[in-house]
């Protein structure tokens, strides 16, 4: 099982160091997100300062860009790196996209199958001098001039990984890309009966084999070394699990976990702005079912024996803040080498 770290960069600044800490460390990869600013460009001096982390992107809103905008993004930064980039691509929900990003909702499953193609059929363009041709139902691409297109370089298979909840994306990864980051709110028995299956069905259809895909996944963790710093993270925890529980396209995993009601009046309370009130009906039978505790040193082996056979590659879902607990990872580190 492959370890990463999360990292939510607020100032590019700090990312020279973060990428040291990490590569020394003996992190697998890192990961970036679309939440308060871009996700790309941390990573160009993630690359800059780093020897062979993975660098991946977890996720990027899709259709915020066009297809040949993520292509050349993709290309630029797998060249830069030599070959250590992912695509992590995402579709966000409905609202984020008309309200926040101004773009039409429309069949994202279907539109995400092109966004793929797409970016793909651009890739083989300008490596192999291909004539561009993509005719979708979104997407209908033919210009492509030379004074357009980069150079070929020997990173242009660059890794896609899509990020989805429901059935038809997990089929989706399974069929056309290397990679599935699942979502943080999972347990085990959600992994085991609804986003493998699905993943599998998706290889089935495609032709792959289970070890053509890593399945990834930020993960619900506390530490306890730090009493103190134990219980602020099972606070953030109950937190961040009653606002996923809240929002519609999360309501599954509480379904299957026999909490649909719970989940309904999380709904309510959110719509009512009672907010601070949220945390309190996750109860710790929920806790222990979405989270993890113990010490830094001991939870790699709880991290294996839950998700063994389920997840490739994990990441504790707090990022890595300059400064801070650095102990504490290296031990998490040292623990998944072992």
Same mark, same amino acid.
């Given at each position: 099982?492959k370890f990463?770290?999360?990292?939510?960069?607020?100032?590019?600044?700090?990312?020279?160091a973060?990428?040291?800490?990490?590569?020394d460390?003996?992190f697998?990869?890192?990961?970036?997100?679309?939440?308060?600013?871009?996700?790309?460009?941390?990573?160009?001096?993630?690359?800059?300062?780093?020897?062979?982390l993975?660098?991946?992107?977890?996720?990027?809103?899709?259709?915020?860009?066009?297809?040949?905008?993520?292509?050349?993004?993709?290309?630029?930064? #797998? &060249?830069?790196?030599k070959? =250590?980039? +992912?695509?992590?691509l995402? $579709?966000?929900v409905?609202?984020?996209?008309?309200? @926040?990003?101004?773009?039409?909702?429309e069949?994202p499953?279907?539109?995400m199958?092109?966004v793929?193609?797409?970016?793909?059929a651009?890739w083989?363009c300008?490596?192999?001098?291909?004539?561009?041709?993509?005719?979708g139902?979104?997407f209908?691409?033919?210009?492509m001039?030379?004074?357009f297109?980069?150079?070929?370089h020997e990173?242009?298979r660059?890794?896609?990984l899509?990020?989805?909840?429901?059935?038809?994306?997990?089929?989706?990864?399974?069929?056309?890309?290397e990679?599935?980051?699942a979502?943080p709110?999972?347990? #085990? &028995?959600?992994?085991?009966? =609804?986003? +493998?299956?699905n993943?599998e $069905?998706?290889?089935?259809k495609g032709?792959?084999? @289970?070890?053509?895909?890593e399945?990834?996944?930020?993960?619900f963790?506390?530490?306890?070394d730090?009493?103190?710093?134990?219980?602020?993270?099972?606070r953030?925890?109950r937190e961040?699990?009653?606002?996923?529980?809240?929002?519609?396209?999360?309501?599954?995993?509480f379904?299957l976990?026999g909490?649909?009601?719970?989940?309904d009046?999380?709904?309510?309370?959110?719509?009512?702005?009672r907010?601070?009130?949220?945390?309190?009906?996750?109860?710790?039978?929920?806790?222990?079912?979405f989270?993890?505790?113990?010490?830094?040193?001991?939870?790699?082996e709880?991290?294996?024996?839950?998700?063994?056979g389920?997840?490739d590659?994990?990441?504790?879902?707090?990022?890595?803040?300059?400064?801070q607990?650095?102990?504490?990872?290296r031990?998490?580190v040292?623990?998944?080498k072992?």
């Open positions: 099982m990463d770290a999360s990292l939510l960069v607020h100032d590019l600044e700090q990312m020279p973060l990428a040291h800490f990490a590569d460390t003996g697998d990869g890192i990961w970036t997100f679309e939440t308060a600013h871009e996700p790309f460009l941390p990573l160009v001096l993630a690359a800059e300062h780093s020897r062979r993975n660098l991946g992107t977890s996720i990027a809103v899709a259709f915020a860009r066009s297809p040949a905008i993520l292509a050349y993004l993709a290309w630029d930064i #797998a &060249r830069f790196s070959g =250590r980039f +992912i695509l992590g995402g $579709t966000q409905k609202g984020h996209n008309e309200r @926040r990003f101004g773009i039409k909702w069949k499953v279907d539109k199958r092109e793929i193609l797409a970016v793909r651009i083989d300008w490596q192999n001098r291909t004539r561009l041709n993509f005719q139902e979104f209908k691409l033919n210009l001039t030379p004074f297109s980069p150079e070929p990173y242009h660059i890794p896609i899509v990020a989805g909840v429901n059935r038809r994306m997990c089929q989706l990864a399974g069929e056309l890309c990679g599935f980051h979502h709110l999972h347990t #085990a &028995r959600y992994l085991r009966e =609804r986003v +493998i299956p993943i $069905t998706g290889l089935l032709g792959w084999q @289970r070890r053509s895909i399945v990834s996944s930020s993960i963790v506390i530490p306890t730090d009493t103190q710093q134990a219980v602020k993270f099972e953030e925890i961040q699990i009653a606002f996923y529980a809240s929002t519609p396209p999360y309501r599954p995993v379904d976990e909490w649909g009601s719970v989940a009046e999380l709904k309510a309370m959110a719509a009512g702005g907010r601070n009130e949220m945390p309190s009906l996750i109860n710790d039978e929920m806790l222990d079912r989270a993890l505790r113990g010490n830094w040193a001991d939870l790699p709880k991290v294996l024996q839950k998700y063994d389920l997840l590659r994990v990441s504790y879902y707090f990022p890595i803040v300059p400064g607990n650095e102990e504490g990872w031990a998490t040292k623990g998944f072992r």
